[in-house]
Nanobody, 125 residues
């Protein structure tokens, strides 16, 4: 098992930026496929981005492609989500998740067995 803790959320104006962090303890993230999901009020949790083993391929949801960048530190202890050009529709609780995926399931919530508690991102003027 790996424990995940997200941080970096907050209130930002449209067009602004935030950088989310997800810190792992208990086990290196090298053993996992790691993803960011988000959940807005009244909506289902949705895929945002993921880093796929073994080569570190990064996949993005179409809604964030070109605006969000996911990365991982060399020690594979933390992953990050740099969010630029934020829009009101990006408002959600953002979750970090770790699990074992095949390419066809990497966007699925059920693929991931380890979840953080989430961090709130609010985009509003």
């Amino acid at each position: 098992q790996v424990q995940l803790v997200e941080s970096g959320g907050g209130l930002v104006q449209p067009g602004g930026s935030l950088r989310l962090s997800c810190a792992a303890s208990g086990r290196s993230l090298r053993s996992y496929d790691v993803a960011w999901f988000r959940q807005a009020p009244g909506k289902e949790r949705e895929f945002v981005a993921a880093i796929k083993r073994p080569g570190g391929t990064i996949l993005y949801a179409d809604s964030v492609k070109g605006r969000f960048t996911m990365s991982r530190d060399n020690a594979a202890i933390s992953v990050f989500l740099q969010m630029n050009s934020l829009k009101p529709e990006d408002t959600a609780v953002y979750f970090c998740a770790a699990g074992s995926a095949i390419t066809s399931t990497i966007r699925n919530v059920g693929t991931y067995t380890n979840w953080g508690q989430g961090t709130q991102v609010t985009v509003s003027s």
